[in-house]
Nanobody
């Protein structure tokens, strides 16, 4: 069992930066791939980024490539999402998830956090 808690969301202006954190409980965090997903109002949840269990592989949605960076610190049981050059279209609730594979498909992840709101003002 893994419990995930996100933090770091907030209100930022266009072009600004935020760093999201996802803290995991349990001793098996390092065995899980981790993903970040987001959901804007009236839109479906979409993949943002994923990272393999050891951080050796990362994947990004085209819409955030070059602006967002996913990383993890297994010693701290934490995964991060550094978001730079934020745009109003990045406004959404961001959730982290843990699963066996670092993939774009949400249903493959077993554990989810409650989400943190990111709002980018124009």
């Amino acid at each position: 069992q893994v419990q995930l808690v996100e933090s770091g969301g907030g209100l930022v202006q266009t072009g600004g930066s935020l760093r999201l954190s996802c803290a995991a409980s349990g001793r098996t965090f390092s065995s899980y791939a981790m993903g970040w997903f987001r959901q804007a109002p009236k839109k479906e949840r979409e993949f943002v980024a994923a990272i393999s269990w050891n951080g050796g592989s990362t994947y990004y949605a085209d819409s955030v490539k070059g602006r967002f960076t996913i990383s993890r610190d297994n010693a701290k049981n934490t995964v991060y999402l550094q978001m730079n050059s934020l745009k109003p279209e990045d406004t959404a609730v961001y959730s982290c998830a843990a699963g066996q594979y670092a993939v774009k498909v949400a249903r493959t992840y077993n554990y989810w956090g409650q989400g943190t709101q990111v709002t980018v003002s124009s």
